[in-house]
């Protein structure tokens, strides 16, 4: 279906087509009989011209096209503008003397050379790829080629068969005009062929080379009326021209803007040298083969000749062209993979996203112009714990999985990387200290959302250190704030942002130097034991002790456990600092029993890590120290707290293979955690131990008293012993009593004290004395 088909037609279209007819017909008709008034033809070219001039007008004002298309019909209208008075010097050249005449004045040519010259200034304006020398020198050749072609058919078929010496309208200057305006219709021709149009539509650019070649190709007419001073070629040329500018005007602005086109293959073979020759040979025997002779035989071997050098090259250049099709995919190939190689290079293996080294580079550009951004670093809590438990794939696939959620939720602007194992760094340009807490309290919001990670239920808890840049900052000082920054958020509890503050750099080199220290506190002999006595209710019977771990530091004195237990559990020292507490505790437990008999506490606790209940092996190493040390499990009760046996199935594994074994459970600062009721009926629990948190409010109506109230009981269903935590008052003592609580732990009883003053107790005690003066001692 043509296009003007799909719109209504318009006045200003209908009136073109309808000159366009009478025009053509006036002049056929002309060709056999002499019209008595010849000027009525000639007077609707200035309109028709006016009538295309609107047509590129409205084209170039819509608002539909880009610039460059819009800018190549205006300059195509004024072109169209400068033929309305070309025209109209035409009518005067031919009317405005004595007689009829088909000569052209300076002033016509010049009009219509101006109107080419446009035509020729919007053609080369169009958009077009960016070509080599050789592109161009290839160009020229063809176009220089087609020129001179176009121009010897012109000459030899119509042009050398007027008489100019017996013709004195047609005169050689009007000629060349009439092969100028060939040979640029024919430059168009190649410029459609060789050269893209931008966003201008490729039908209508064919329309407007079609109409240009068949107003030159008029020329041809020229023999037909040498004689008829009444016609002219330029009643056929510019009726032509102006329908077909007009054609594909409304084609182009009903259309819109075109794609914009792949480059062709410069390589690509072309016709058009092969074709001139043939054609220019074709006229040379035309001429040459009726006078016979000597010459006859020369242009036909000729003619032969340059056949056979045609056909050779011909066949050389689809073999090289063969050849440089597969240079080409060995090239794609190779791209292909460096392309891969670069991208390996600059990208985890794992998740896709960015690597170190690409972050660092980027870090790196961004400091060098100056951009302020932020960076955040991102690491998950316990992720060592999640691969224990459930293998490095099931790990591998989460951290798959919070890559995929950083993307979907940062920005477009935004860069993410992976550092290196849970590690993940935040590039953020262009945020303020607002702006930032915003778009990472969304993105915690959605990291840390449960994931179903092969077959299992996971909740993600990520820490997360941010800082901004500074102008004489480095890539590794702001990889090193964050750090410190994370490393703060993580001792706050985790599954938090945290600011980097100058005061972190102070903390994190005391602790650092600490951290060194307890390195060497084991076998510098700076660690040791104190135990706090379990009393019975109401009486103050000693039931049991819990071991505690004290550091006394050569310059800082006593550092409490406080500071340094969460420093071990950081730097991994948890692992072997428990083992030192057990094995002090085993072996003293054990020496009392030797020396003191039935006089020795009945149970003695060891609070144990969750680093250590996933660390291999921990149960058969627990009953090889038993049976070393020759104690019976029965004495030695593990204290671990709920976060310890919920982070992981192994913790709870390694628990019930210790209670197999024969040690009692206890369950320390129970109510803090999560899900503890639960946890009741998985854990093989003996003691549950009430944190202190509930205790403080017992003697007070408060929901703590309720609490406290509520969990006698439910270990009484479950056949466990209760044990309250900081017991500091006598209410307390005596409240809990009246609950139903029989043991207790708490400084109203006792302080932690050294073995020597343990035991002390030992023996000398008779049940109903207070526990609380012999401590004052």
């Known amino acids: ?78 072109a169209c503008g400068l033929l309305i008075f070309g025209s109209i010097s035409n009518i005067v050249d031919a009317f405005a003397g004595p007689v009829i005449s088909q000569a052209l004045s300076i002033r016509t040519q010049l009009i219509f050379g101006a109107a080419l010259l446009v035509v020729m200034v919007a053609l080369l304006r169009l958009p077009t790829w960016q070509r080599t020398s050789g592109d161009w020198l290839r160009f020229g050749l063809d176009t220089g080629i087609v020129a001179l072609t176009g121009t010897v058919l012109l000459w030899y078929f119509s042009f050398s068969r007027i008489d100019f010496a017996t013709s004195a309208d047609v005169t050689p200057r009007s000629v060349m005009v ?16 060789f050269a893209g149009a931008g966003r201008l539509d490729r039908g209508a650019l064919h329309i407007l080379s079609a109409g240009v070649g068949l107003s030159a190709s008029t020329g041809v007419l020229a023999p037909l009326i040498a004689d008829k001073p009444h016609l002219a070629a330029s009643l056929v040329a510019f009726p032509m021209s102006q329908l077909t500018a007009t054609l594909a005007a409304r084609r182009q602005r009903h259309n819109g803007p075109a794609r914009e086109t792949a480059r062709p293959d410069p390589r690509r073979f072309s016709l058009v040298p092969y074709l001139s020759v043939a054609l220019l040979y074709g006229v040379l025997l035309k001429v040459e083969l009726p006078r016979g002779g000597a010459e006859t035989m020369l242009a036909c071997s000729v003619t032969g000749l340059t056949l056979l050098v045609v056909l050779r090259q011909i066949t050389t250049l689809r073999d090289n062209s063969r050849l440089l099709d597969t240079v080409d995919t060995n090239l794609e190939q190779l791209r292909a993979y460096q392309k891969q190689l670069d991208h390996q290079v600059t990208h985890d293996a794992l998740t896709g996203i960015n690597n170190r080294s690409a972050w660092a580079d980027e870090i790196s550009r961004r400091l060098a112009g100056g951009e302020p951004f932020v960076v955040a670093l991102l690491d998950l809590d316990d992720f060592k714990v999640i691969n224990d438990r459930y293998g490095h794939h099931t790990g591998d696939v989460l951290l798959q999985t919070i890559s995929k959620r950083l993307r979907e939720r940062l920005r477009p602007e935004d860069t993410v ?42 909740t993600p808890r990520i820490s997360v250190g941010v800082t901004a840049s500074r102008p004489e900052d480095t890539a590794g000082e702001v990889l090193r704030r964050a750090d410190v920054a994370m490393y703060a958020a993580k001792r706050g509890g985790g599954g938090r942002w945290t600011w980097f503050d100058t005061v972190m750099d102070q903390l994190a080199d005391s602790d650092a130097r600490l951290g060194a220290d307890l390195r060497q506190a084991i076998v510098r002999d700076q660690l040791f034991l104190v135990y706090q006595p379990i009393v019975e209710l109401p009486n103050g019977r000693i039931a049991g002790l819990e071991a505690l771990v004290r550091w006394r530091h050569p310059e800082h004195g006593l550092i409490p456990p406080g500071i340094f237990i969460p420093l071990a559990e950081r730097s991994g020292q948890i692992v072997e600092l428990g083992r030192w507490i057990v094995e002090q505790a085993v072996h003293q437990t054990a020496r009392w029993v ?99 948190s509930f205790v403080d409010g017992v003697t007070t109506d408060s929901p703590q008293a309720v609490i406290v109230d509520g969990l006698i009981g439910i270990t009484r269903g479950l056949r466990m012993q209760a044990v309250a935590e900081g017991v500091e008052t006598a209410e307390q003592a005596e409240w809990l009593y009246q609950a139903g609580y029989r043991f207790a732990q708490g400084y109203h009883f006792a302080r932690p004290m050294p073995h020597s003053d343990v035991e002390l107790l030992f023996g000398g005690i008779r049940p109903d004395s207070s526990l609380l003066e012999i401590a004052r001692r």
């Open 1 to 78: 279906m043509h296009f003007w088909s799909r719109r209504p037609l318009d006045l200003p279209f209908v009136a073109s087509l309808g000159l366009f007819v009478f025009m053509l017909a006036w002049f056929v008709i002309g060709l056999a009989h002499v019209w008595p008034h010849p000027i009525i033809g000639w007077l609707p070219l200035p309109v028709l011209s006016a009538l295309t001039t609107y047509q590129c007008w409205l084209t170039a004002r819509s608002p539909a096209l880009d610039d460059t298309t819009r800018r190549f019909w205006g300059q195509l209208g004024i």
């Open 178 to 193: 009439i092969m100028m305006v060939a040979v640029v219709s024919l430059i168009t021709f190649v410029k459609v062929a």
């Open 417 to 458: 990387a992976r550092l290196g194992g849970d590690e993940f760094t935040l590039l953020l340009p262009g945020l303020d200290d607002e702006g930032t807490e915003e778009l990472l309290r969304a993105l915690l919001a959605e990291v840390q959302c449960p994931a179903m990670v092969e077959g299992h239920d996971l």
């Open 594 to 692: 030797r020396e003191y008999g039935d006089e020795a506490p009945e149970k003695v606790s060891v609070n144990v890590s969750a680093r250590q209940l996933n660390e291999p092996g921990f149960p058969a190493e627990m009953a090889a120290l038993l049976s070393a040390a020759g104690l019976d499990p029965e004495r030695l009760v593990v204290e671990v707290t709920e976060t310890a046996v919920l982070g992981t199935g192994i913790a709870l594994d390694a628990v019930r293979a210790l209670h197999d074994l024969g040690l009692p459970i206890a369950l320390d600062d129970f109510g803090t955690g999560q899900s503890s009721l639960s946890l009741l009926v998985d854990c093989p629990v003996t003691w549950l131990k009430v944190d202190k």
